[in-house]
């Protein structure tokens, strides 16, 4: 009897190892009988051993990929994950001699033998292939049948091939076209390897569209496949489970199926939800946590640099036949190609600012670039450049390597041609009576910003003569990037306003705006500054703003730095989007005018509110503590975001006990803490008192949790009810007092554990200030205290996503926020007592998370940095 010798192949990088290792555990308990590979799309690079695997890793030096480099350079690395394909195909069936080859996406799970595949292939058949769809998606929502026609109507996550007599020419003409032609580049008909397939069966005979619902189970086709357990094994519409397509799932966040779609959650796939929670499990049991995080080794130009190669260097390079010429064999090794090398060759000199490749191919992949620059190579140059600096890092990811060449070539070239910038510019501003928006009036603002950045370059190099000229470019830019027209909130703002002298801003430096007195979140944000500024060594100066704030204002440690008016030539305002109009009614426009205006924005939802977008218009750019809310605002901001954290340092008076505040001085003590001012709804301190109940016992007074609540008063049904809630409990404490700042610092040093199970935050200053005087912290796993929390240096705790269902002031009831899981947090809570070693360690580590990344200087840095960038320091 001849053996028929059958091989499994799977492909990843690095960062994806636990899910081949959870694949081919599935594999081996189906069929043992196969031989697995796996094809490392990557360079081990010293970070794991693969001769430990329990399946054979191939490298892509294997399999003969023609011209290397070239090759992988071409792509990103989705792109190249599926590029290979054919190769390895064609390594295993005429190297390795495999009689019959089955290619499994890594992130699959069998749960059945593949017998319907097997007896296919054993009848004749050249491949087996599995649609996406086998029936109608007749809502609205994603993936429609319109998307999955887009990426190809066959899931080429799973393929199994025989030998067979026209397998050599499938391949080679497949090979043909994955080596130029495997973009996701839906425009033009292209998603990786896949939509090729859709050609297949009219090229080919002997092709089985297997239509088994047991096969390539998942997100786009469980509308159609009812998953049910029966007896511990699973059913789909009554036939066996053979495998579930885990595509998009997260590991380590279950509140969604997949990111790729919108129409399940785990609450409505039946029982189908136990096979993903398993999963998921097994995922992060076989390393998840540890291998994500490794590096892709093809992601950077020359190794010993670091620069990463981005998307649009890799997309310039293959449209683009002169730049693959000057990389030669290695384009690994041609950064400067790339970074810093004009895009036209006739543009070599150095009188002209620098347009990249990179940029080139930016600009013609967007039509709406080319509408707003349409000539590139002449009057709209600067200004494209400029958007570019702008731009380039906050919309695309771009790293410094980047962007400083551009940034140089504009301050050093344009100083020596700056009345000719200025002449054509002006005659392109859309005057201020037009009606203006869009990208028409980010194009006014990018032209703004372009005057503001290098006028103080240019001041010391122009002729006396034209500096007027210099002046009257700036201020008509101003007058253009911010109109009357445009303001949907407020008609009095005038585009050339009268300045009175006493605050025309003869000084470099900061005028600090905002709630710098306010015991409250908003008013501590402003002090953080004020240290971080005071850290970095920039002059500044604080404007006491307290227009409209009800709550307690007598914290006056930087009273010293308090100013009358606005002195300097930049201000930062520590108010939030709704409150920036009615600043600007209140201080007047002489505040604003001829300063570079920055917003330090909170806010704590993924949607920013669309009734506060005219606020924008008032602001050349907004700051923001944390990345979350940097993607929330960056949707809607027609000006720049720039993520700049607060600054955290927690001076402790240590002579306040815990008698002081009438507390247990032997008890383990949790604190938590929320103001009324703000919506209780949202910083969920019921979550954190159910979570305790369900640790402990009411009348074990070795632990105990305290309520700090701030401003109690202001909502006396709720804060009764809190009361209520808790009174069987002889170790929950209650504070119902606004405690000053030395107070606060120190009722959180006397405290053992902070804990928030917030529904989302936008910085979580209470657990970044507790983690800076070295207490264990648990909080919910979402929203910004990510930035700073993670499971090595702090407790964060597993959560849902879902719809608030109603309005709660400016969470509207559409948004979604967290449900933390209050058995991980009471788990969290248990082994925080119980396990000296797990506190300490978190502690530690926690600690100097907080104090090397989030110091004062630190940020201090950051905007220091980002105002010398802009030419305003």
Request: charged share 20%; hydrophobic share 35%.
């Amino acid at each position: 009897m001849i053996e028929i010798k059958t091989a499994v192949f799977t492909i990843v990088s690095k960062n994806y190892l636990a899910f081949a290792r959870t694949l081919m555990d599935s594999v081996k308990n189906h069929h043992p009988e196969w031989e697995q590979f796996v094809l490392l799309v990557d360079e081990p690079d010293g970070v794991f051993n693969y001769d430990n695997e329990k399946f054979q890793v191939k490298f892509m030096a294997d399999i003969n990929l023609p011209n290397f480099k070239k090759f992988v350079f071409r792509y990103n690395i989705l792109e190249l994950n599926t590029a290979v394909k054919p190769w390895m195909f064609y390594w295993l069936f005429n190297q390795q001699n495999f009689d019959k080859v089955y290619y499994i996406d890594p992130d699959i799970h069998l749960y059945d033998k593949m017998s319907e595949v097997d007896e296919a292939l054993d009848s004749g058949k050249l491949m087996v292939l599995t649609p996406h769809l086998s029936d109608f998606l007749d809502d609205d929502l994603k993936p429609s049948e319109l998307q999955i026609l887009q990426a190809g109507t066959y899931n080429l996550g799973f393929l199994a091939v025989s030998k067979h007599q026209q397998t050599n020419k499938f391949l080679d003409w497949w090979k043909g076209k994955l080596e130029y032609d495997c973009t996701v580049d839906i425009p033009n008909g292209l998603f990786v390897d896949q939509k090729w397939m859709d050609l297949v069966p009219g090229f080919f005979e002997d092709i089985l569209i297997l239509h088994h619902v047991g096969y390539n189970v998942a997100y786009w086709n469980l509308k159609h496949r009812s998953v049910i357990e029966r007896q511990k094994r699973f059913f789909v519409n009554d036939k066996p489970l053979i495998f579930f397509h885990f595509s998009g799932v997260n590991p380590l966040d279950l509140s969604i199926l997949s990111k790729h779609q919108n129409r399940f959650t785990l609450k409505n796939i039946g029982d189908a939800a136990q096979l993903v929670e398993e999963y998921a499990k097994n995922v992060r049991q076989n390393g998840h946590e540890q291998v994500r995080q490794w590096t892709y080794y093809y992601n950077y130009f020359q190794q010993e640099k670091k620069i990463k190669i981005s998307d649009f260097a890799r997309i310039s390079y293959r449209n683009n036949a002169t730049i693959q010429h000057l990389c030669g064999e290695n384009p690994f090794e041609k950064a400067e190609y790339f970074l810093n090398t004009q895009a036209r060759d006739k543009d070599s000199s150095t009188s002209l600012p620098l347009i990249t490749h990179v940029m080139l191919e930016l600009w013609q992949s967007r039509h709406d670039l080319k509408n707003v620059f349409p000539d590139i190579w002449g009057k709209d140059r600067v200004s494209f450049c400029q958007w570019f600096i702008d731009s380039a890092e906050r919309e695309y990811g771009f790293s410094n390597e980047y962007i400083t060449p551009v940034k140089q070539s504009l301050i050093v070239n344009n100083s020596t041609d700056v009345t000719q910038v200025a002449d054509e510019h002006s005659n392109e501003v859309i005057s201020s009576t037009q009606p203006v928006g869009g990208l028409k009036l980010l194009l006014n603002k990018k032209l703004y910003a372009t005057a503001v950045t290098l006028k103080p370059y240019l001041i010391k190099y122009i002729p006396s003569s034209q500096k007027e000229k210099l002046k009257r470019f700036k201020e008509k830019m101003q007058r253009a990037a911010y109109p009357a027209s445009v303001s949907p909130v407020n008609s009095k703002i005038s585009p050339t306003p009268v300045i009175s002298e006493e605050y025309q801003p003869n000084q470099q430096g900061i005028n600090l705006i905002g709630y710098s007195r306010s015991e409250t979140g908003v008013g501590e944000s402003c002090r953080l500054a004020a240290r971080a500024l005071h850290e970095a060594s920039m002059p500044f100066g604080i404007i006491n703003y307290d227009y409209g704030n009800p709550a307690r204002s007598t914290d006056t440690s930087w009273i010293s730095r308090e100013i009358e008016g606005p002195s300097y030539n930049v201000n930062i305002f520590h108010i939030n989007a709704d409150q920036i109009p009615v600043a600007y009614d209140y201080l007047s426009s002489n505040y604003f005018a001829s300063r570079y205006n920055i917003g330090y924005w909170h806010w704590e939802l993924p949607d920013f509110p669309d009734e506060w977008k005219g606020s924008f218009q008032y602001l050349d750019e907004i700051w923001v503590p944390s990345q979350f809310i940097m993607d929330s605002i960056s949707a809607k901001s027609p000006i720049p975001v720039v993520k700049i954290p607060h600054g955290i340092q927690v001076d402790v008076n240590n002579i306040i006990s815990r008698d002081h505040f009438k507390l247990p001085n032997e008890s383990f003590l949790f604190l938590t803490m929320y103001d009324m001012y703000s919506f209780q709804e949202r910083k969920n301190p019921n979550a954190v008192i159910n979570a305790f109940k369900l640790a402990f016992e009411p009348t074990d007074t070795s632990v105990g949790l305290i309520v700090k609540v701030n401003h109690g008063n202001s909502n006396p049904d709720l804060f009764h009810a809190l009361l209520k809630s808790i009174e069987s409990y002889r170790n929950i404490y209650v504070i119902n007092e606004t405690f000053s700042r030395a107070d606060v610092n120190a009722l959180i040093n006397n405290s053992d554990c902070f804990i928030s199970l917030h529904r989302s935050e936008g910085f979580g200053l209470g657990l970044a200030e507790a983690m800076y005087l070295g207490k264990p912290v648990i909080g919910t796993n979402w929203s910004a205290n990510v930035d700073f929390m993670n499971y090595k240096n702090s407790c964060v705790v597993d959560y849902k996503l879902i719809e608030l269902g109603q309005d709660y002031g400016p969470y509207k009831a559409y948004q979604h926020w967290a449900d933390p899981d209050i058995e991980h947090a009471s788990y969290y809570m248990r082994k925080l007592v119980s396990d000296k070693q797990f506190y300490q360690d978190i502690a530690i580590k926690g600690q100097e998370t907080i104090r090397k990344e989030f110091s004062p200087i630190a940020v201090g840095m950051k905007a220091k940095n980002r105002l010398k960038h802009l030419g305003l320091l």
